[in-house]
């Protein structure tokens, strides 16, 4: 197995030199291979979100590196980081931040026209991922004239349209109903699984976490310990989970 | 305590409260400034050489136009101001304030920012003032003793005007804020745009658009008579023409241009043209207002200089620069000082009601004169030779053409006589010189010099002053100068305002697009690619109501036909003034904008 991701001695502080620091990211190393569905748990403040954006090029890291498909993020400059960008790395947001003037089509053949794609190829390959994720009746539709579960699969296809090297996904069914959240993680673990979409998932949501195969736990700006799915169920992966959750309290 | 928060609020907008300001200080100090102008009591009765009535009305006309520029830019500017602090007001709101306190703070905020903005701009408006009268009156030559920069009656008006207009903003504001939800005040920027879709529809009307557009282009250029009916015709064709191109024509080009897959999968222009299609949607209502403004402004700078040309032409009116009649000293010396390329010089004797001429001094020196004739209709001028032998015969062109050049030439009975019975003749000796020059331009002030101290040696010289060609132009000149100036400003005014309307549209929108931008920065777009997209968006959103007002312009000139000999003389110049100024607004927008939506890369 390759390795797509791999975050070596990372920490993030904020505030100036001489005034009231706060260390968000307390020396964080983990590493995901390709293929993988990883989850970052954390309560609110434990980093998850500076982390997130270190991972996305977002934002830098005070000290340390990280490496997406062997590349050190850190040597690039700024028109590097938004091409990497465009290129390795999906993204799925909790408010699917699609962009509402526009179709679903359209939505999801932006990242491929941005990177230059031939005109001629972009629908074919809008259609490819529309049908795999079932969205494909909706695409003429405006994001406003369909439902959050949708909206979100567009969000997903547009991660995905241009076969990012990973998947990031942050709080992906914070503002979808519980139908919908489990529809989508279903169709994130068939993804993963059928199609060998390496995913990183931030969440705080237990059963969103069950349905991947590692969990990290991020705590206080380090990364704590780590649960493996193994050969379980999701259901049984997810008892475990609310019972170390029980016992961490 | 809710005072504490609304400072704070501003404070923490403070570059924002910073545009507004300084456009509602640069609106206020205009106003002020073309009032004074206008109404300035020196200035109207006694200084400027045309008709009175005329003038004051050609001004007021102006002044009511400035109104209503000035109007619907403080109605945007008003909704700018409004959409900076919603949020500010919601969270207020939210956090337990009652609705009729908000009301109260939203009035508060929005008539003490128009005032304060008032005052400024009126204080700032006295320099202004200053420097333009300067301007203007060395331009006119005029010699204005009491021009009056700070004058109380535009001092009142302006406030007057500016707080009505702010009270009904701030009125209009607290009904708006205290009848929408909470929620939405909050979450404003997240509402989903509905949008409809009606192609059939839109192609329909967006051909409606074209075609009143075209009738009312027509219309323009129908044969003056009916001006009664062409000015309501063309304005309501032209007018419903804009507001359903906009609304439909402009849009279905974007949509088309969207559904071309080979055009539209380039770059980020699918954004771009997604983000146009919506806009024009929300915009059609201002973009229409824009494109007339735009035209009215255009078109009163180029009908304004043209009118110069008005005095240019003039001096093709004349064949000689200037009668000289005397020799006295102060003559002769600014005689000297002119260029003359040729001189006629005739001697009489007056004689009672006679004036008697050498008729020998004739031969072959015949008086030349330019005569006026209409030719297809068209004013139109040639140069003749007044024949010698009609010069003393009653009622014909040369005696009426002649008496005119000759001090008491009208009044007194011209007689042309034989050497012999000239020299017989008793009287008083006298001559006219008719002379031209090699510059007219150049030599101008000299001639004005000279008729005048001809005029004081001898009134029988009135006659030949006033239709003297010096004497025209300096009438001809003020009266031009005067629409010229007018012209000027008022175009000036206009475009400021109009294009400041169309920058705090766009900037009103600016907090929602935040947004959009930041997600295309997160999913890989250069910061390069998005700056591209602000610049092709607004430019859009600015040249397309540009073009049209062009177009306006272009059509309506020909409504001058009537007026002016060259409508369409000298384009280029006012064209040039107003597209470097309406680059200046566009190029402006541009940053403001991107210091918003670009805020956190």
């Known amino acids: 197995m390759t390795e797509i991701l791999r975050v070596d001695q990372v920490t993030k502080t904020y505030g100036k030199r001489g005034e009231k620091q706060c260390q968000a990211l307390k020396g964080v190393n983990f590493a995901v291979n390709s293929g993988e569905f990883v989850a ?34 850190s040597t690039l400059n700024a028109n590097q980081l938004a091409d990497f960008r465009s290129k390795q790395i999906g993204f799925i947001f909790q408010d699917f931040n699609l962009l509402e003037n526009l179709t679903n089509r359209e939505n999801i053949a932006l990242p491929l026209s941005l990177r230059g794609i031939s005109p001629r190829k972009i629908d074919p390959l809008v259609d490819k991922i529309a049908t795999r994720l079932g969205i494909k009746e909706i695409l003429p539709k405006y994001p406003a004239e369909v439902s959050g579960g949708q909206k979100q699969r567009v969000a997903a296809a547009r991660a995905l349209v241009h076969e990012p090297a990973i998947l990031l996904a942050d709080e992906p069914t914070g503002a979808l109903d ?59 992966f997810y008892h475990l989970l609310i019972d170390h959750l029980d016992t961490d309290e | 305590m809710i005072w504490k928060l609304s400072l704070t609020g501003i404070k ?6 910073a545009v507004l300001f300084s456009g509602l200080v640069v609106a206020s100090m205009i106003f002020y400034m073309f009032l004074t102008i206008t109404i300035n009591p020196t200035f109207i009765k006694n200084d400027i050489v045309a008709p009175s009535n005329y003038v004051r009305f050609t001004f007021g006309f102006g002044i009511v136009l400035l109104v209503i520029i000035t109007a619907i830019y403080l109605v945007y500017a008003n909704s700018f101001l409004l959409s900076m602090r919603k949020h500010d007001y919601g969270m207020y709101m939210m956090l337990g304030a009652k609705s009729t306190k908000i009301g109260a703070l939203i009035f508060l905020e929005t008539l003490i920012t128009g005032i304060l903005a008032t005052i400024v701009g009126i204080l700032l408006g006295f320099g202004l003032t200053a420097i333009v009268s300067q301007l203007l009156i060395s331009r006119l030559d005029l010699t204005v003793k009491h021009f009056a920069v700070v004058l109380p009656n535009a001092v009142i008006w302006t406030i ?38 009606q192609p059939v529809l839109h192609w329909i009307q967006g051909t409606l658009g074209l075609v009143l557009l075209a009738v009312g282009y027509f219309i323009l250029g129908l044969p003056g008579g009916a001006i009664l009916f062409i000015i309501p015709a063309a304005l309501v064709t032209i007018v419903a023409g804009s507001y359903f191109t906009f609304n439909a024509f402009f849009s279905a080009l974007i949509g088309f241009l969207l559904n071309r897959r080979s055009f539209s999968y380039h770059g980020i222009r699918i954004f ?33 200089l043209n009118f110069s040309t008005l005095s240019e032409q003039l001096k093709g009116n004349f064949y000689y620069d200037t009668t000289i009649i005397s020799n006295s000293p102060k003559v002769m010396q600014a005689e000297n000082k002119l260029t003359i390329t040729r001189q006629q010089t005739f001697h009489y004797k007056e004689q009672g009601k006679y004036l008697y001429f050498n008729r020998s001094e004739f031969t072959n020196n015949p008086v030349k004169n330019v005569k006026f004739y209409m030719k297809n209709g068209q004013p139109a001028y040639k140069t003749i030779d007044l024949p010698t032998k009609k010069l003393d015969v009653p009622a014909t062109y040369a005696n009426n053409a002649f008496g005119a050049m000759v001090p008491n030439g009208i009044a007194k009975i011209i007689r042309l006589v034989s050497p012999e019975k000239w020299a017989a003749k008793t009287g008083q000796k006298k001559f ?44 001809i000149k003020n009266f031009s100068s005067g629409f010229e100036f007018m012209g000027f400003f008022l175009g000036f ?40 997209s602000i610049r092709n968006e607004i430019g859009v959103l600015f040249l397309l109501p540009g073009v049209l007002g062009v177009i306006d312009v272009l059509f309506g000139l020909r409504l001058f036909k009537l007026l002016l000999p060259h409508p369409y003389q000298n384009l280029w110049i006012p064209f040039t003034i107003f597209i470097v100024l309406y680059l200046i607004y566009y190029l402006l927008t541009v940053k403001l904008y991107e210091k918003i939506v670009l805020a956190h890369e």
């Open chain 2, 432 to 475: 006219v010189s008719f002379v031209n020059v090699k510059n007219f331009d150049q030599d101008y002030f000299t001639i004005l010099k000279l008729q005048k101290q001809q005029l004081k040696e001898n009134p029988a010289y009135a006659d030949i002053y006033t239709s003297s060609k010096a004497g025209s132009y300096q009438l």
């Open chain 2, 493 to 532: 005014a206009f475009l400021t305002m109009l294009a400041s309307t169309l920058m705090f549209k766009v900037l009103s929108g600016a907090a929602s697009d935040k947004v959009r931008y930041q997600m295309l920065f997160e999913i890989g777009t250069r910061v390069k690619i998005l700056r591209q």
């Open chain 1, 40 to 73: 970052i748990m954390g309560a609110s403040g434990s980093g998850k979100t500076t982390l997130l954006n270190i991972l996305s090029t977002l934002d830098k890291p005070t000290t340390g590196n990280v490496f997406i498909n062997h590349q050190d993020n």
């Open chain 2, 12 to 17: 923490s907008r403070f570059k924002d409260y």
């Open chain 2, 272 to 304: 771009t043209l997604g983000q146009l299609k919506f806009r024009l949607h929300d915009y059609t209502r201002i973009l229409t207002v824009v494109s007339l403004l735009f035209a009215l402004a255009l078109g009163a700078i180029t009908v304004g």
């Open chain 2, 160 to 197: 007057i005007f500016f707080i009505l207009i702010f009270l009904f903003g701030a009125l209009k504001n607290v009904r708006k804020l205290t009848r929408t939800p909470v929620i939405e005040l909050l979450r404003d920027d997240q509402k989903p745009v509905a949008y409809k879709r």
């Open chain 1, 178 to 236: 519980s139908k919908s959240a489990r529809e989508l993680l279903f169709t994130m673990a068939d993804l993963n699984q059928n199609d060998d979409i390496t995913t990183l998932m931030v969440t705080h949501d237990p059963f969103a976490a069950s349905f991947a195969s590692r969990i990290l736990f991020i705590k206080d700006g380090k990364i704590g310990e780590q649960m493996l799915k193994k050969g379980q169920s999701r259901q049984e």
